[in-house]
């Protein structure tokens, strides 16, 4: 592999731009097709023209043999490659064949076909790449070294689930407000408070906005109680630094549970691509069954990537559901049931799930590629 840029790389992130050390992306693939030039952004390509403004590297992409890696690293926005087109294809005259784009989202193609055809210009390269996945594996082989921590043992549980929360993404108080409203909070062991600001009273109005009639007939009549919810933590107060990595100071509250809720990142329409992050692929790595609020059809990615999913012991028929208020209700009824499953029906979820979750805890330790092309 040649990749002039293979000891340190430029971050941009918005208008700040830091020079750091090697990537773990530089590590997932040998990318030895081409020379590249590789750095990595957030949201903004502002600072591009900078990045590439030294040693005839621009230069050498439009006019040579250089190549173009643009990775959003460990996201899976899809309004940057409107952005790549205008910085990078229009402005900087890159051609589209030297601009290979790094994302989280499995389906950044799709936003990649329709700007290109309403600018009238040619697809750029992508990858999906699963960063989130590879660390896990990681975590798996050289920390617990490929032995299993089994989880899913005939026992009693304190709690039914457990439900991470950091970021108040919009369908994260809203699955909060909807388990109380529920009467199943106090059920799951959940950490939710107050990160950035962020408080009942200034996104009440977007849980209004964004949902339909059910989920506010469900919510509104308990509006002073959710006001008043005390915060949540669980292995930490401190819930404005995103843990990436899987810490043993959480893993009893895997063992004290039996299955998870996993808050994903995206799940409205502003933020279509699905993405498959640490929060899915802990529990694979702790041998934990999990629901997961995200996009549509998450679960099938799951299995497309050699998984199994959890049917019929959970019903998934959520994943299909297309319209994000059906989907979550659909979510929370689900919830509800298994976390009152009675003794029988809970050593007949633990025996059925504990072959799925030992099958997929074996595939995570044998994967060896966590990148798709996608054209």
């Known amino acids: 592999m ?3 840029t293979n000891q340190n790389f430029y971050y941009i992130n918005d208008d700040i731009l830091d020079l750091r050390l090697k990537s773990s992306y530089q590590i997932l693939s040998k990318y030895d097709d081409h020379e590249y030039y ?3 952004f957030k ?7 900078e990045c590439l ?3 005839n590297v621009l230069n050498r992409i439009v006019n040579g043999d250089l190549y173009l890696i643009l990775c959003n690293s460990h996201e899976a926005f899809h309004q940057v490659v409107k952005e790549i087109y205008q910085r990078a294809v229009i402005e900087l005259s890159i051609p589209e064949h030297k601009i290979l784009l790094l994302s989280e989202s499995a389906d950044i193609l799709t936003e990649v076909k329709q700007v290109a055809l309403k600018l009238g210009k040619q697809d750029i390269k992508v990858k999906w790449t699963r960063m989130f996945e590879w660390s896990s594996n990681v975590f798996v082989n050289h920390i617990k070294r490929g032995i299993p921590y089994p989880k899913l043992i005939d026992k009693p549980f304190s709690k039914a689930f457990l439900n991470f929360n950091r970021r108040w993404r919009l369908h994260r108080p809203t699955l909060i407000a909807l388990l ?3 009467n199943i909070l106090d059920r799951g062991h959940v950490s939710f408070g107050p990160v950035e600001g962020e408080t009942w009273d200034n996104i009440w109005w977007l849980i209004e906005l964004q949902h339909n009639q059910e989920i506010k007939n469900l919510l509104l009549p308990r509006k002073d109680e959710i006001f008043k919810l005390p915060p949540l933590f669980l292995d930490t107060d401190d819930l404005e630094i995103n843990k990436v990595e899987i810490e043993e100071a959480v893993e009893y509250l895997y063992s004290d549970s039996y299955f998870s809720v996993v808050s994903e990142t995206n799940y409205y329409d502003d933020l279509p691509g699905r993405f498959l992050s640490e929060k899915i692929f802990k529990p694979v790595a702790l041998e934990h069954p999990f629901v997961v609020l995200s996009r549509p059809n998450s679960l099938k990615l799951f299995r497309e990537l050699g998984y199994k999913s959890f049917s019929p012991y959970i019903d998934e028929t959520y994943d299909s559901i297309e319209d994000n208020s059906e989907r979550l209700l659909a979510i929370v009824k689900e919830i509800k049931r298994l976390s009152y499953l009675n003794q ?7 025996k059925g799930l504990k072959e799925v979750c030992d099958y997929n805890y074996q595939v995570l330790v044998n994967k060896t590629n966590f990148i798709t092309d996608l054209n």
């Open 2 to 4: 040649v990749m002039i």
């Open 180 to 182: 109380f409203a529920n």
């Open 43 to 49: 949201r903004s390509l502002a600072k591009l023209g």
């Open 344 to 350: 029988n029906e809970l050593s007949e979820f633990l």
């Open 53 to 55: 403004s030294h040693d």
């Open 38 to 40: 590789y750095l990595e």
